[in-house]
C-alpha cells in the first residue's frame, strides 16, 4: 500500500510519542525517516522505525535525552547526545554546526552518546538549505573487516556532504561498505539472497546467503580505499568525538539494554564567508551543465548528478505516496495498537 508523506509524518510523530518521546522531537525524527523513505532509501527510512521503537521500548534508548552543548572554541562543539535517537541527536548538532558556522564561516562539532542516526544526507541537505557545505561522519555496529582481515571492525560509516544548489543541493551520501548493511537486513527479512561480492559469513567465506552475511561482514567499497574510508571516519565520529568505535559500538540488532554509544562528526562551511552566494551558485550550475553535457557512454540515457536520482524519486513519491510492505504494515500496526497510537492505513 501506498501512503502520503504527511500520512506517514503523522504516524511516526504519534508512535514516537506512545513510547514517550516529547511531539517536537518525535516530530524531528519522523520527518527525517519520511523524507529518507520519500527519497526512495528504503532501507533507511520508516523500515527503521520498529527496531528505534522495540530499543526505546526495553530501555535501551533513551525517548527524552537532555543533549548537551559544550562550545569549546568560536568554531568548535562537542555534542552530548545522552542516548537519545540518532536522527535527533543528529538534526541538532548539525543545528549547532550551522549557528557556529553564521558567526565565525566554519562550525566543527563532534557529537557523542548518540543512535543510529539513519541517512547522512538529511543533515547536509539541513546544512545546504542554511546556505553551507554540511558534511556529517558516523560510525555504527562493525560491519568491515581491516584489509586483510576476516572479522569485521569498522561500522559500514557514511560519509556524506551537502552543497546549495540552483534548484536543489548537490548531496554526495555513500557508506564506506560496498552497500549500506540495510540492503542485507532488508533482504534477509524477505528471505532474499543477496548477490555476489558483498560480503563474507563468519569463517570469512564469500556468501550470498543474508543471514550468514549479517553473520559476517560486508566487503569494503572499492577495496582498500573503503577500508581506509572506514578507517578515517571511525576516527572523526568515533574516536575524536569520546564515544565507542571500532568493535565497541554496541550491536543494535541483539536484545540487550546497553547504549550502543555511537559517534557522529558533523562540519558546517558558510559559502557567503568564500564567495558570494550568487557566484557559488552560478558556478555549481556551470559545473552540472558541463557534466550533463559529456558524451554518453554507450546504452546510458542519463547522466546524473550524486543526490538527482533521491530527488527526482522524492518528486515522484511525493506524487503517488511511498509504498509501505503488507509485512513492515503489519509490524508497524502492531507496535502501534501496543502503545495505544493510531494505526496505518
Ligand atoms: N547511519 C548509518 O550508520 C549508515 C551506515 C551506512 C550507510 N548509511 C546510509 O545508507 C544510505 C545508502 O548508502 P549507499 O552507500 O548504499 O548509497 P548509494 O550507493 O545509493 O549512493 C552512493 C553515492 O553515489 C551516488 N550515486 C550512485 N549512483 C549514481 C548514479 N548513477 N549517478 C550519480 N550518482 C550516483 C549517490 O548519489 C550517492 O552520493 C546513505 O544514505 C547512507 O548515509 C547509513
Ligand atoms: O545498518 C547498519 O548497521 C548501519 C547502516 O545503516 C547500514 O545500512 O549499513
Known sequence: MNFSGDQLIQFCTNLLQG?????????????????????????????????YVTRIQNGRINPQPNIKVNKTAPSVATVDGDNGLGQLVG????EVAINLAKETGVGAVATKHSNHYGASSYFCKQAA??????????????????????????????????FPGKEQPVVVDMSSSIVARGNIILAAKQGKPIPEGW??????????????????????????????????????????????????????????????????????????????????????QQMITEIKETPKAEGVEEIYIPGERRTNKAALRNKEGVPVSDQLLAELNQLAQGVGATILG
Open 199 to 284: 560480503a563474507i559469513d563468519k569463517e570469512g567465506k564469500p556468501t550470498t546467503d543474508a543471514k550468514a552475511a549479517l553473520d559476517g561482514a560486508v566487503l569494503p567499497m572499492a577495496g582498500p580505499k573503503g577500508y581506509a574510508m572506514a578507517l578515517a571516519v571511525e576516527i572523526m565520529s568515533g574516536i575524536l568525538s569520546g564515544s565507542a568505535f571500532g568493535k565497541n559500538v554496541g550491536w543494535i540488532y541483539d536484545e540487550s539494554t546497553q547504549p550502543v554509544d555511537i559517534g557522529h562528526f558533523f562540519i558546517a562551511l558558510d559559502v557567503s564567508k568564500f564567495m558570494p552566494m550568487g557566484a557559488f551558485i552560478d558556478r555549481m
Open 129 to 162: 538549505a542554511a546556505g553551507m557545505v554540511g558534511l556529517a561522519f558516523t560510525n555504527t555496529p562493525s560491519g568491515i573487516p581491516p584489509w586483510g582481515g576476516r572479522e569485521s571492525y569498522f561500522g559500514t560509516n557514511p560519509i556524506a556532504f551537502g
Open 19 to 51: 513510547v514517550g518521546v516529547p511531539k517536537a522531537d518525535a516530530e524531528i525524527v519522523a520527518d527525517v525517516l519520511v523524507d529518507t523513505s520519500l527519497e526512495g532509501l528504503d532501507t533507511h527510512g520508516i523500515s527503521r522505525l520498529p527496531i
Open 91 to 94: 538534526v541538532k548538532s548539525m
